[in-house]
Each structure stands twice: as C-alpha cells, then as structure tokens.
C-alpha cells in the first residue's frame, strides 16, 4: 500500500520536531493534516482533499486565507524591505487608527505575539505600581509568559480550594519565587475574587482579565464581575486590565465596548496582523509613559527586532480597515444566524449540547447547559472525552476543521453556504455520536 | 519653513507611541529617520535620502533589504496563506535543513521572536531539570524576558562585587522571586563563575551564553571558559546553552563551531527568518522530549498562534540556503577587508579607537584596546558619551546607518564599493570626533 503524503510527512517530522509538531494544536491521530494552499475559509491539504476551516488559525484570520488585498498590500509593502532599524510611517498610521477605534486606547505598542503583549503589559503594569504581584483567573489561558501561565490548566489534585484557588504551575520546574507572584480569582466569582484581592491589595500590581476566556468555556465576564472589580481597583492602586487578544474581533472595540468601565490596558493580537504575526497592548498615556526614554517617568526599556515590523503592520491595517462597523455587524449576523441552525441541528438530534461564544465566535459543550466555570467544565470534558474525540473525528472527516475545544471562529468571506454546510455537518456529527455522550 | 515629513511623522508619532517610537532603538534626535524603501543594502528615508544600511535591523537582514528570491518565495507562499491551524510541509523541510545543519541540534521548535526562543529555552531548562535557577553573565542580553533580563545594564549603583555580580532588576517591579531565579557570573572569568556555579549547583538548571555578547562588547567567550563552564556542567547535572540569535551569522553553524564542546539547548532567531518574524530553539533530543504532549516525559505545554507560520519558515529556509558555507566564507572575507582598511582608517586619524566582532559582525570602542569586559566598557561608554553621539550622528548625516553600540553587520549582498564607502567615511569621522575622545 502506498503511503499518503501527510503520512510520509509525519514519519519525517517525528525525526526533528518533538512530537513531530512545531504547535501542539496541530497533533492530531494519526497524524496532523498537512496544509497545501488555502484561500477564504477553504483549505486543501497534501491529499487534495478539502477543508472548510473554522479554525481561522485560532481566530486569527478575521477575513480568512489570502485575502488578495491583504497580500497584495504586503507584497508592495515587502517589495520595500520586510524590516528596519529605522521607524516607519505604518506604525504611525496604525497606531493613530488603533487610537481611534479604541477608546480605552491612548498610546499603544507593537509586538510580535500575543504571549508577547501579555508578558509586556504585565511588566509595565509592575514597573509602573512597582508592586510585584498580579491577579488572574483560574484556568484563563493569556499565552506562555510562566507567569500568566499559572493555574492555565490545573486539576482537582492541584487546584484547591475553589473560593480560594492555589497558583499551580503549567510547566515543570517554576520557582517559587514566580508561583508566589499570582494570584489566582475565581472567574465571575465577585465575592470570593474581591476576597483574594483584598488580601494581597498592597502588592498587587494588575489583575488581568480576559473578558471571554476561552479556556473558561467562553463564557463573557458579568457586568458586575467586570464593574465590581474595576471599583476595586480605583480604591486599591492596581490596574485593571484586559486580554482581547482573541476577543477584539467580537465588537467593532472588542468586547470592552460592552462594558461601562474601560481597562487601563489591553493586550491585543492575532486578528490586528492580518495574518502575520503580531501583537500589541495599549491603554493609559500616563501608564504607557514608562515605556518613553525621554520622559522623567522612564522606567521599562523594550526594543524588539521584529517588534512593529512593516509587513505585520500593512496587513494588519488592511486588514481592520476591512473589518470596520459594518463587517462587524454582518459577520455578526451571519455567526448569528449560525447560532441559529446549530440549535436547530442540536434540537433535531435530540442531543444535550450546548452553546457559548459571542459574535463570531461559537462553543459547543458536550453537556445540556453550558459549564458554569473552569472546574465544571473540566470534569464535564473529562466524562465526555470519548464523544468529544470521534465527534473532531467525524468534522475532521467530512471536511471541517475547527478549533479542539469544539469553538468555531467564522470569518468575513463566509456565506450562507459555508453556515449551512457547517450546521448540516454538525446535525449529521451529533447523531452520530450521541451514543457516546454521557 | 516647511516642515520636513520625518518632522510631522514623528509629531503625529508622538501622540500615539511611547516616546514616538515603537521600538526604543530607532529613537533619535531630533527625530527618528523614517523608512520609505530598502533593496540590499541601501535605505531611502521619506525625504529621498539615502543611506548604506549596516544595521541589518539589527543583524537580521543576512542578505540585505527586500531580497528578490526571498520576497518571491514569501509571496508564492502568502498567496496560499500565512498562517493555518494544521501543519505544513515547510516546517518538516526547514527542522530537516537545520539538524542537518547545526551539529548540536538533534529536535527543533520554532517561535516567533529571540525573546520567544529564549524564554522558552529556559523554561523548557528549568523543565527538564526540575531546577528553579538559571545562570547567566552579568551585561549579556538574550532578549526581553524578566529572568533573562536581570543584570542586563547594572550600573555602579546596583552591581555590587565584581567577583560575585548582584542579581539586579533590568525594569522597575520585577518580583524578588525573579530576581533570586537568576544567578549573575562574569563573563569569562572562570574561577569567579565556577565558585558561584558551585554555590547554586543543585539549584541550577542552566547556564546560558552567548558566544560573542552584543552588549559585553562583542567578546568571544574564550575556548576555555566555555570549556570549564561545560565539564563543570557535565558534573552538576545543570545544562549548557548557548544563545546565538545574533552569533550565528558568523559561521555556517554559528559560533558554536568554534568550541570543541556542544551545547546541550541553543536559541536561534534574527538571520533565519529570512526578515520575517521568527525564533528558534533546539538541541539534544531526550530534551526536546518535554514538548512532546505523546511522550512519558512530557512536561511541558507550548502552541503559540503565529509559532512556525509559513512565510517565516519559507522566507528563513530560503534565506539559509542563500547563506550556505561558500556565502559565508565570501561574507566573512569581505569583512575582514573591512576590518583592515578600518585599521587603516584608524591609524591614518591616530585615534585611540578598537575593533572587536567576528566574521561579518564589526564593532568599534572608543578606547585604545577593545574593553574587557560589562563594567569596563560601561565605564568607557559614559565616559565617551560626547564623542560616540557625534560620531553617530556624523554618520547618519553621511549615510551611513549602524547600530547605536556602534556595531556595523554586514550582508551578503555588500561588495568592494559599500566597504571603500564605509572606510572613507568612518576616518572622516575619525577625524571629526577626534577632538572629542577622552
């Protein structure tokens, strides 16, 4: 028997990649799907089969592959030089429309990721309290800084008590010293949150929120959740902040716009590249004020070889140039309409499926209700692991890819079509496994 | 008098950056030079002004600016996307061509910036070991994470023993925690290093070097404290790594070729993307493992949205194979012309002025002998603050842009004509600064 191309490809890769992968969410068994060439929200792979993808790499592509005018303004753009050393009228230009689209933003930065913009934003929000500690959420994924990746991922063996969750390292071998500068809050959890923080009020330095985590089954952060605890930090000398990093394409402004208080800074990244790789955090100007060399308030020198890179920038102001109020409010809509039809889907199948998500994100659980938090969730995945396996499988299978927590990011060149596909493919996934949901 | 468009740029700037700027090393004054295009090695500024680029952005631009086979590669690529959630043939091709090209490197993982690579190396050191320390030399930069960040610029004030260097916060509010993560040596002081290695021995879970550090000025660590640091680490369970996102463009498998020893963990990132955004880190393969989520020795979780994307791996890979050893060998012969008529230069203007660099990487120091080591130099640079800024900005007014720590990279495709130019001005400037020299 002949072996396939992506077969071939994973033998190889197994050699000199650890895992046989360059990103963990690409593992797949047997082996990970091989990208051939990709064009709006389809992907063909080393076999010449055919994907719609759903995964828009992680949310990041708001208007899905290739987007021509996206490529063809980085390609005049690389004509010129890739990078300098020397500053750019892009970054200006970028900064200045990012300044006004966003209202909480009144000086911004640019990077190469998000792990990038959350690891600096939590620097100077340090440098500027001079407090050493920050706040998270349980089991909110904001990158791979070791310090925002605590608690990401822990388990009933390691998290505690939940009013008052323990810091538990992802990775093997985190000092101490790093363990002890998080605060882990239980996410939505007003009371018990304003209780941690109450007890660590004089060194806490930021509590950092993203306002859908994914990882807590992208359930939106309450109003009085949000508003509680921003009124805490006006009393308390800390800064509130957001990571929009995947959330920014749900609104116009991100999710910030729904709330009646604004973060003092918001990291931001994967849609703002259009496709190519960035990230950014902006907010306060007396905050951002330390990062400036020639302002007496200097305290948080950063350079960065590829930081505000040219071709990110291009593509990435084309790319929200793209996505303004109205291509907001119509893949909105669409996502909407999808929403729609899954309900359908799961009402016809009779399976206790759920769904979270907003604007064009959309979750599925495997469970009748969607998972109150982190630990629900996590056990609820748990006891349902095999479903959730042959279901990947099965939309693997017949031509959809999404991302493993089953979220779906719609992106602009999607239509009717792609959304009826989608919920006929789902209606067809859910009775198929429904034997094995628990 | 009409304002000059660099002049409004960096007003408008201004108002939206920190400081104007989005990355502290393009800030100059009165303004920074903005780029309007590139090709090979020449820079044009908005104002039609055009200069010979030695900056490489930093070292990253091994072939120059806007590299035709580069940028077409890019663009063959981008139209089959930028970036997907699955993985692709490139990443496979690219880990090959670097194990095959670097002996040290048995796996591969590939980021997105040398901050990214290096963070993750230590991590993943820290992972492996189940250790919570890392060594590095007092002055080195290796990028921007708080650990590795500590002691990057101590002054007087903070340094504390030269014997036994103090752990000193590079930005204000880094936890004590970080601080006592990080243990601090001399850079090629053996007895002093070995004595504080010992002191932390069952602590530690590497020691990282750069071979050659831009901020130590551009001294090759010498055979034998590479050596010594390495047998000592063979006895004490810690491991050796080496950082050469800046040193491997001096030879075909960086300047790890020169040591008789190998490291066990090397970051890699500026030159082998290409251009484009990238960072890499590889090494020994029962390392590597810990990335492995299918291994039994997985410890270590990492994805990363933009990580191994396929315009940098395809500009990077492309980039490589224009650079194999006859390229190098060219470039480095070309270089050390350079360094002769600069020699030359130097001795026509009799000023007390010094070369250190390797291959296509040069450096000049204000002092009669290169400095020999952080503290000397630091003393050197304050001391020749005048004369180095009107060396500087004598250059940028003939042309010639370098790296502000006066570091000249040279590219591939830089010929007799760029370096006559380089010479010539360099001993005009000599001559012109030479009253200023203390």
Not at 120 to 133: C, E, I, Q, S
Not at 260 to 273: M, S
Not at 328 to 343: F, P, T
Request: glycine share 6%; charged share 25%.
């Amino acid at each position: 028997m002949t072996q396939k191309k992506d077969e071939i490809l994973y033998e190889r890769a197994k050699k000199v990649l650890p895992g046989g992968a360059s990103r963990n969410q690409v593992l797949r068994q047997p082996h990970p799907v091989y990208a051939a060439s990709a064009s709006g929200s389809y992907l063909i792979d080393v076999n010449g089969k055919q994907y719609i993808d759903f995964s828009a790499n992680i949310g990041s592509l708001i208007h899905g592959h290739a987007h021509p005018k996206i490529i063809e303004a980085a390609y005049e753009q690389m004509k010129k030089g890739t990078a300098y050393m020397v500053a750019t009228e892009i970054e200006v230009e970028y900064a200045e429309y990012m300044i006004n689209r966003i209202k909480s933003f009144e000086k911004i930065r640019f990077l190469n990721s998000g792990t990038e913009a959350v690891m600096h934003l939590t620097k100077v929000a340090r440098a500027f309290t001079g407090r050493p500690k920050i706040a998270k959420c349980e089991g909110a994924y904001h990158g791979t800084y070791d310090v925002i990746e605590v608690s990401q991922k822990p388990n009933p063996n390691t998290w505690g008590d939940k009013k008052r969750p323990n810091s538990v390292p992802h990775t093997a071998g985190v000092p101490k010293g790093v363990l002890d500068s998080v605060i882990i809050v239980p996410f939505n959890d007003i009371e018990n949150t304003i209780n941690i923080l109450e007890a660590n009020k004089d060194d806490l330095a930021c509590i950092i929120i993203d306002p859908m985590p994914h990882r807590i089954n992208m359930l939106p952060a309450s109003q009085e959740y949000v508003n509680t605890i921003y009124d805490w930090t006006r009393k308390n000398g800390s800064l509130f902040c957001f990571d929009e990093v995947i959330t920014f394409r749900v609104h116009y402004s991100g999710m910030q716009e729904c709330y009646k208080v604004q973060p003092d800074l918001t990291a931001l990244g994967k849609i703002i590249g259009g496709g190519f790789p960035i990230g950014a955090f902006g907010g306060r100007d007396d905050i951002m004020e330390v990062l400036d060399p020639i302002c007496q308030y200097y305290k948080y020198p950063l350079s960065g070889t590829f930081s505000a890179n040219p071709i990110s920038l291009t593509a990435g102001l084309t790319a929200m140039k793209l996505f303004e109020q109205d291509a907001v409010n119509n893949l909105n809509a669409l996502s909407d309409k999808a929403r729609s039809l899954i309900s359908e889907a799961i009402k016809i199948a009779q399976v206790p499926i759920s769904m979270s998500g907003e604007g064009s994100i959309i979750r599925l659980h495997f469970a009748d209700r969607v998972p109150m938090d982190y630990r629900e969730n996590y056990y609820n995945e748990l006891n349902q692991k095999e479903a959730i396996k042959r279901f990947l499988d099965y939309l693997y299978d017949h031509g959809i890819i999404c991302v493993n927590s089953l979220t779906f990011f719609l992106n602009t060149t999607m239509t009717d079509k792609e959304i009826n596909i989608l919920a006929d493919t789902l209606l067809d996934a859910f009775k198929e496994v429904k034997p094995y949901i628990k």
